[in-house]
């Protein structure tokens, strides 16, 4: 009796501790949310919010806005420049998503392996993504421009090189980052799960095709977000590497922009309705992949 007693007692003790944490939770979430909240408002909501009313006005600056409609818009889908820059980003983002991918999870089946020096090769794959992008660009620029010369061309001598160009750039940064995060999802595969399907007879392939990768979605799912938002908004590298040139045929959507809003007074309208359409597109991307992957995902 006295030991049920001593037990209720405990109980009623503990539900009382986590109503009253109940309670000073409630009392003080708004206390240490608002500072961030008030941040976020700031730097992020307003911003957004006046940079889709400023796309469907013709400013200088934000006092100075006249209304115009859809002008900014139409004139938009009619650059040759835009519409260039829109087909070559999809087609980079294209190539540079496959590629990083299938190389970093390679590169991540090979090193969980048991085989010598695996931490220093992780190491050694990941430091290119600790580089910033001007800097990577212009690296690059200097090692393919000195392959280039003894064929008598640079990377803007056409839009190929630069397209390759930039492909290889992105893939030497990125490849080490996205093989880290695949490194983690194979190792995170139950080690039983791995012997009954050893002790099935089941070949490597099989093995790859049937548990590894199954159960590496969450990390597939990561890496194509990451890999595919980095590819859409590359602005940087594509500074460095080529500014667009030749005749701006390998300008990207943000590198584009950026020459529109800043290239001349009164363009800035334009340059505006271009970048809430770049948002547009690349959330729509970016929603459909994570639907995609997300609903191939197994639990472990």
């Not at 519409?83 to 991540?108: D, G, K």
């Not at 990207?252 to 359409?277: H, P, R, W």
């Amino acid at each position: 009796m006295k030991h049920s007693f001593y037990l209720e007692k405990q109980c009623r003790l503990a539900d009382g501790v986590v109503i009253r944490m109940k309670r000073h939770t409630k009392r003080y979430f708004p206390i240490f949310v608002l500072p961030t909240l008030i941040a976020f408002t700031i730097a992020f909501i307003i911003p957004f919010v006046l940079g889709i009313v400023l796309s469907f006005t013709e400013f200088t600056t934000v006092i100075d806005a006249e209304w115009v409609g859809l002008k900014n818009y139409k004139e938009a889908f009619q650059s040759k420049e835009f519409l260039n820059a829109l087909w070559f980003t999809v087609r980079f983002a294209v190539v540079s998503v496959a590629t990083i991918n299938v190389f970093a999870f390679l590169l991540a089946l090979l090193l969980t392996k048991k085989i010598r020096g695996t931490n220093l090769f992780r190491t050694v794959f990941f430091m290119p993504n600790l580089i910033g992008g001007i800097v990577l660009g212009y690296i690059w620029q200097l090692i393919i421009n000195g392959v280039l010369y003894h064929y008598e061309v640079t990377l803007t001598y056409s839009p190929t090189y630069g397209f390759w160009g930039l492909v290889i750039l992105m893939n030497w940064q990125m490849i080490g980052y996205m093989m880290v995060i695949y490194i983690a999802g194979i190792q995170n595969i139950p080690k039983d799960v791995m012997e009954a399907a050893m002790i099935d007879g089941a070949r490597p392939l099989q093995i790859l095709k049937s548990v590894t990768i199954p159960l590496v979605m969450p990390s597939f799912t990561i890496c194509l977000f990451l890999t595919m938002s980095n590819s859409f908004k590359l602005f940087d590298q594509n500074l460095a590497l080529t500014a667009g040139a030749p005749s701006k045929k390998t300008a990207m959507m943000a590198l584009d922009i950026y020459n529109t809003f800043y290239g001349a007074v009164g363009s800035e309208g334009i340059g505006q309705a271009k970048a809430v359409l770049f948002f547009i597109l690349v959330a729509l991307v970016a929603f459909i992949q994570l639907r995609i992957t997300r609903d191939k995902e197994v639990e472990n």
